[in-house]
């Protein structure tokens, strides 16, 4: 059984306050490198996984993209994008993301933005991807760092004062579910190292051009004292590649 928290009414709710669900990708910490990762979308046919609220679809369209389709379990979250989305190139399909089944070469790009660690087999999404991908296509992609999902609390250790001493690893090595705390309680992540994800992608087919660990952007870090704590652990992981 697949997992769709995002229809929770409370998760979604807590959701919709973030500052990247209100402001958009800007308010993104990872926004500024993955931007950059992301290939001239001019004339090109794009799939966004996991397009949530449509942000990434909507700026697609904006560097001039021919289509986009963006996919998500979600039926809040594309509500949210369609009523965001004014532009007959863009369409929503609610689907988990395991699910998909476009045509072979159909896309000249997929993106995804911090998803993939909700899936169980990243394996399967690798050659499914690969499967729609044009030759010469470009699979760009975020998630959470491995560091960062290999304990179910996915948080700091603590002084008496609330104070962050530092960032626990811990059962690095043992790959799979996490059930963790993320706005609500009991929220299902899945784990894997680091070479998995390299591993799934060559396997697949994928020249691997880029990998990025990023951290905020020097406005982030200082408007915003928190954000300086991103410096002390990777919380996410970038990989652009190429079928």
Request: a negative charge; proline letters at 3%.
């Amino acid at each position: 059984m697949k997992q769709n928290k995002y229809d929770d009414n409370n998760f979604f709710s807590a959701y919709e306050r973030m500052p990247r669900s209100v402001q958009g990708l800007d308010a993104a910490g990872e926004w500024h490198i993955l931007k950059e990762m992301i290939p001239d979308l001019q004339n090109k046919s794009v799939l966004d996984l996991g397009c949530g609220f449509g942000w990434h679809c909507r700026y697609a369209r904006e560097q001039e993209a021919s289509s986009v389709i963006g996919v998500d379990i979600s039926e809040k979250m594309l509500q949210k994008a369609r009523g965001m989305t004014d532009d007959s190139a863009i369409s929503y399909i609610k689907i988990p993301i395991e699910d998909i089944n476009f045509s072979e070469a159909q896309f000249d790009v997929v993106i995804s933005s911090l998803a993939f660690h909700y899936i169980k087999s990243f394996e399967a999404i690798c050659k499914k991807v690969y499967h729609c991908l044009k030759s010469g296509g470009s699979f760009v992609f975020s998630v959470e760092h491995p560091i960062f999902t290999s304990r179910n609390e996915q948080d700091w250790y603590y002084d008496d004062q609330g104070n962050r001493l530092h960032w626990a690893l811990d059962n690095y090595q043992s790959e799979g579910l996490r059930e963790t705390t993320f706005l609500t309680e009991n929220v299902i992540k899945y784990h894997r190292t680091f070479s998995t994800y390299v591993n799934d992608l060559i396997n697949a087919g994928f020249i691997i051009k880029e990998v990025k660990e990023p951290i905020p952007s020097e406005e982030m870090l200082k408007n915003s004292t928190n954000m300086k704590d991103e410096l002390r652990r990777p919380m996410f992981l970038i990989f652009s590649t190429e079928k």
